[in-house]
């Protein structure tokens, strides 16, 4: 290893990666635009990318297709042994991939390597599912038939990713469609593409998936973004992003001229709950990293604090200064908590929440002018649920405090929202906490602990408008393979002539 670079001797850093893999060759984007991909921090242009268009998207599905029959008949151990080898050059490269999220998406260096982990735990994951994929014997009265049902690929899988975790929310769709036998083509948010796309092609490219097996389309959403939907090829479309996109992707795959099916992550609003017995210094701490990792762009992240008015006010003051206290700036530091906003829509649409939350009468306790792309972190207190400060998805470091008067008022808070991807509670009365947790209306509810902690495994799914699908092992296998159902008629059987006697008197035989 050279220590001076991250890299491994043997293996030099990735290059040419203005190119995208496209039906099986890497080469340019057909279409007119270009993506600029920009350093969020220091605003640098340091990669231009012709983008891809509806000829590509063509070629992409069509190769994809032809090229899955012979990916789809290989053995499970070949697919889990690239899996494997793809989590063995994940690790020879950490150090390049980590250089590349800090640089392309704004990670933090605590950020960059949290989502490493995550990435390189799908693919150890995706190498186990080829052996878990499994058939069915039914039972069946008729006397000398067998009924089988068969578990196959579902043959094309379409993947749309978000900036957010680029690479991990890639590769938590891609790696498992892959593993099971089918072939995917993925386009990554134009924020990210090379780390929500054309790098993680290289590592399985270098681990040995065929060509063909995975393209990646760079461009608009307004130039390929229905049409990869709606294509006829894909049967499955896994989809991570904001709820109103969500309901696009689901509509235009349910008005396809082949219906498809759709795997959805939506947006959330995490209340996180403090109950007057809590471990105050515990939810604290708890609190400011689960609101501030990666400047609060997650989705699964706390978006709103829900406190007990015993302990409200000390609350306030101390994660106020517990925040006041967080270094941000360069993300390439590694001290650096809060790093850069990934653009300047996402940056205005922060400050205009910011604004509402003044004027709405939020009592502001922390905060600062944005200093290029970066926004010091916010913090609110006296914000009631109804302000659109706490209703909306926030998806940046500002922090909204709420006061509940019991635990009733704080569940009733908590639930009341569109959204139910991730909630937390903290108390010291574990089992209390369990059954609040219980009657959180969210798919994944922590006691004494916040969501951001899961990320290293495969978290769980949301409720309401927080998407469809259940995000683990099995997961990935229900939604990328399809069932089909074989009988076999194993001893000579007589069929009426008469069809009026069919029916329960009829016993065949």
């Known amino acids: 290893m050279d220590n001076t670079t991250g890299h491994s001797k043997e293996m030099p850093p990735y290059t040419d990666m203005e190119l995208q893999p496209i039906g099986g060759t890497w080469r340019q984007g057909r279409g007119k635009g270009v993506t600029q ?76 390597i949290l989502e490493w982990n995550t990435a390189h735990a799908v693919l150890l994951e995706a190498s186990a599912l080829p052996y878990q994929i499994e058939g069915r014997i039914v039972p069946v009265d008729i006397p000398g038939k067998e009924s089988r049902v068969y578990r196959k690929p579902v043959g094309v899988v379409g993947v749309i990713s ?27 948010a134009s924020d990210t ?27 608009s959403g307004s130039a390929i973004g229905d049409a ?34 759709v795997e959805l992550e939506l947006g959330g609003n995490c209340p996180f709950v403090v109950l007057e017995d809590a471990d105050l210094e515990n939810a604290v701490e708890a609190a400011v990293f689960g609101k501030f990792l990666h400047q609060g762009q997650i989705c699964m992240i706390t978006n709103r604090f829900i406190v007990q008015s015993g302990i409200y006010e000390q609350f306030v003051d101390n994660f106020a200064q517990s925040v006041r206290q967080l270094k941000i700036g360069d993300p390439d530091d590694p001290e650096t908590l809060i790093g850069p906003i990934i653009n300047h829509k996402q940056l205005r649409r922060l400050v205009e929440r910011i604004h509402n939350a003044r004027e709405a009468g939020g009592r502001q306790v922390v905060g600062g002018e944005p200093q290029g792309l970066v926004l010091p972190p916010h913090v609110f207190a006296d914000i009631t649920n109804e302000q659109q ?24 808070i908590a639930n009341d929202t569109s959204a139910g991807l991730s909630s937390c509670i903290f108390t010291r009365d574990i ?45 990935a296998i229900d939604a990328f393979t399809t069932e089909q159902w074989v009988t076999i008629q194993h001893t000579p059987r007589r069929f009426p002539a008469d069809a009026r006697k069919m029916g329960g008197a009829w016993s065949g035989g």
């Open 431 to 475: 089992e209390r906490g369990t059954q609040l947790a219980l009657r959180f209306e969210a798919g994944m509810a922590h006691v004494n602990d916040q969501p951001v902690n899961d990320l290293p495994y495969n978290p769980f799914g949301g409720e309401k408008n927080s998407g469809i699908g259940r995000l683990n092992g099995r997961w």
């Open 37 to 112: 991909d920009l350093n969020p921090y220091t605003q640098e242009v340091f990669i231009e990318i012709p983008q891809a268009d509806r000829r590509d998207l063509e070629e992409a599905y069509i190769t994809a297709a032809e090229a899955q029959k012979k990916w789809g008949a290989r053995g499970p151990g070949e697919r889990a042994t690239i899996m494997q080898r793809a989590a063995r050059i994940m690790e020879l490269r950490q150090a390049e991939i980590v250089d590349w999220l800090i640089k392309e998406a704004g990670s933090t260096r605590i950020k960059a």
């Open 193 to 219: 593409p090379v780390t929500g796309g054309l790098l993680l092609a290289r590592i399985l490219e270098e681990a040995g998936v065929p060509q063909g097996v995975v393209s990646v389309l760079i461009g």
């Open 389 to 412: 400060v706490a209703r909306e998805e926030l998806f940046g470091p500002v922090a909204p405090i709420i006061r509940a008067h019991d635990e009733e008022e704080a569940l009733r």
């Open 162 to 188: 978000p900036w957010n975790f680029p690479l991990q929310l890639s590769a938590r769709s891609v790696a498992p469609a892959l593993a099971v036998g089918n072939a995917v083509v993925l386009k990554p």
């Open 228 to 261: 990869f939907v709606s294509h006829a090829v894909p049967r499955v479309i896994s989809f991570t992003g904001s709820i109103p996109v969500g309901r696009q992707v689901a509509r235009l795959a349910a008005e396809a001229p082949i219906i498809k099916r």
